[in-house]
Each structure stands twice: as structure tokens, then as C-alpha cells.
């Protein structure tokens, strides 16, 4: 992956944003926020009775966060990653992985990438399924007590190829408690801060143009 598609997968905060990420619950001991991106997927559900594969509930947007931790070395310890929803924010799954995790993993999936370079794997991949020009596709498959990311390519003309597939347990009710405390301030904040950035703007306008605000009081 190179350094430039690697960056564009990378966090951009305003200083507003990057203030309220202080109370982020899933960056707390010191973890580093390397991605968070809503990923375009296919919901599969449990099979139903006296069905053996997942049923297909259509396309769904995902909202996935990617957090390094490092040790006092400053070397990758362990990677987490979580399952968000925007419509139901007490969808949460989330997955630890560690160098050992990550060994029998890589070694499962025949993957090629050293734990090093796996947060920017796992960012490019979701960047991919968000992409209309890409042949990446991600599945998103619910089972009981968990669920799993299918990142597959669609680039071979007869069959799809398994890129990678990362299981992950539905989340601690505690650290679901956290994040959806912290997504409710976080709101909060974002529309005190959008109250107070349209109340400025519309002194302004009222100074220079008020025209403006007197026709938009007419239409309304």
C-alpha cells in the first residue's frame, strides 16, 4: 500500500473534533485512532430455520474504528476494532488483536502483511468497500455471540477471492455504556457548536445583506 493511499485512509480532524476524541471511551489507555469511516456491507443474518447459509439482509453502512496501541517503545502492541451503527447505537462488536492473535491469523489466511503493517491493511480494505471504482466487497455476517467482516475481491472473472475474514464479539455491556454515553455528548456538542455557528452567521448577515434573512422570512 503506498504512502498516499495509505494517508488518505488516516483520521483528518478539525480542533474541534480532535477535542471531543479526548473523551472517545475507545481511546482511552492511550490508544491512537487510525481510522473511522462508515463501510459500505452486505448484512448477512443468522440462518433461519432449516436454512445452513446466512440470509442476506441487503446493503448496510457500517461504521468501523481502527485504534493502535503501543507499548513504552513505542511498538505496535495490539490493534481493536470496532463495529459501529449510526441507527442503532447499541450495535457494538469489537476485537482485540495482538502479535500472537495476529501470527495465527496470518497464518489461517495465508496473509503477507507483518503485524506492523495490519492497522493500514484493515484501513485500506475498508477505504476499498467505500469506493465505487474498487473490487473490494465486504460482508458483514451476524451469528450468535458475534460477527464477522468478509473482505473478498470480485476482480476474478469466474469466482470471488477471500481477501480477509476478522471475527469479532459483540462488545462488553460496559464499554457499550461508555461509547454510547460518549456518542450522545458528542452530538450534543456538535449541534451546540452548529447552534452557535448559525446564530453568528446570521448577525452577520444581518449586518451586511438584511435582505436576505427578511425574503427567507417571507417564504417561510
Do not use: W
Not at 147 to 154: E, G, H, L, N, Y
Not at 186 to 204: G, Q, V
Amino acid at each position: 500500500m503506498s504512502d498516499e493511499s495509505r494517508s488518505s485512509t488516516l483520521v483528518k480532524e478539525s480542533p474541534f473534533v480532535s477535542r471531543l476524541s479526548e473523551f472517545d471511551p475507545s481511546l482511552r489507555n492511550g490508544g491512537q485512532l487510525i481510522l473511522q469511516q462508515n463501510c459500505r456491507v452486505e448484512l448477512r443474518l443468522p440462518p433461519e430455520d432449516g436454512e445452513e447459509s446466512p440470509v442476506s439482509a441487503g446493503p448496510e453502512s457500517i461504521t468501523v474504528k481502527i485504534v493502535a496501541f503501543h507499548d513504552d517503545n513505542d511498538a505496535l502492541r495490539s490493534v481493536v476494532v470496532e463495529a459501529l451503527s449510526e441507527t442503532d447505537v447499541f450495535f457494538h462488536y469489537s476485537r482485540e488483536v495482538g502479535r500472537e492473535d495476529f501470527s495465527r491469523l496470518r497464518n489461517q489466511q495465508h496473509l503477507t502483511v507483518t503485524f506492523d503493517d495490519f492497522p493500514g491493511l484493515l484501513a485500506d480494505l475498508v477505504a476499498q468497500c467505500d469506493s465505487n471504482d474498487s473490487q473490494v466487497r465486504c460482508a458483514f455476517v451476524l451469528f450468535e455471540g458475534g460477527a464477522r467482516f468478509d473482505f473478498i475481491s470480485v476482480a476474478h472473472k469466474f469466482r470471488f477471492v477471500e481477501l480477509l475474514a476478522l471475527s469479532l464479539n459483540v462488545a462488553d455491556q460496559r464499554d457499550t455504556q461508555l461509547l454510547v454515553s460518549f456518542r450522545f455528548n458528542e452530538l450534543k456538542s456538535r449541534l451546540a457548536f452548529a447552534e452557535t455557528r448559525y446564530n453568528d452567521l446570521a448577525k452577520a448577515v444581518q449586518t451586511r445583506y438584511p435582505q436576505i434573512l427578511t425574503a427567507r422570512e417571507d417564504h417561510l
